[in-house]
């Protein structure tokens, strides 16, 4: 066995997050009597992902992340709302609603389970990840799970990864194994805190010279074989 302890991503490596997010931000829309269309969707997108990079960069707090992101999208669409009630409900609908697992989520937990120890760390809200992972039905295979809202820092920061070290028992760097599907945080942080990797690479993208990771894969089932 190589490693010993395995800290799984969860949104786009165990759980199909683009899919419920989709789903559960048509059914947030609607309910407050708009479309969602291939538009509204690209104008939230780029005030969310804005309002994140300026969390990470330490300019904003998370609270003004998550309770603004609507109000500022229907700003710009000439409407005022109350963001903080639309991010409740809309937290309400990604925790209820149906948790795809990505392929082979299932079958890899269950097999890896038994031979590691296995952790979940995710940029992610507390409540609604956990929640999220007791309906999918993966939640008893992790011994753990570490989430940015309650550590105070996200992936791929230096903080967040100390953090989850100094929280696992008889932890040591070289029986541990990062996996997850984003360069940028997964695969960036473990690096950088001397963790080996295993990108999940489903759709043939090309690392960057500066991220390589230890490992790729195309699916989840090609962790058995390494770890």
């Known amino acids: 066995m190589r490693y010993k302890i395995l800290l799984f991503d969860l949104d786009d490596t165990l759980l199909d997050f683009a899919a ?30 804005q309002l994140w990079t300026e969390y990470e960069n330490g300019n904003i707090s998370l609270d003004v992340v998550l309770n603004s992101r609507f109000s500022e999208t229907m700003l710009r669409m000439g409407e005022i709302v109350d963001g903080l009630e639309w991010e409740g409900l809309y937290r309400e609908l990604l925790g209820d609603g149906n948790q795809l697992l990505m392929e082979g989520a299932m079958d890899v937990c269950h097999r890896l389970s038994k031979t590691h120890r296995m952790f979940v760390i995710t940029n992610g809200i507390t409540h609604t990840q956990i929640k999220r992972l007791k309906q999918s039905g993966l939640y008893n295979f992790f011994e753990d799970i570490f989430d940015s809202q309650s550590i105070g820092y996200q992936k791929p920061k230096e903080e967040f990864f100390n953090y989850v070290i100094s929280h696992i028992s008889e932890f040591n760097r070289k029986d541990a194994l990062v996996i997850g599907d ?46």
Request: with cysteine.
């Open 20 to 49: 419920n997010e989709v789903d559960s931000l048509t059914k947030l829309f609607q309910q407050y009597g708009y479309t969602f269309s291939d538009e509204l969707f690209q104008l939230y997108n780029s005030v969310n992902k």
């Open 182 to 227: 984003s360069l940028n945080t997964d695969i960036k942080g473990g690096l950088q805190s001397g963790i080996d990797t295993c990108w999940v690479n489903r759709t043939g993208q090309i690392s960057p010279a500066e991220i390589k990771s230890t490992y790729t894969i195309s699916n989840l089932m090609e962790l058995t074989s390494i770890c």
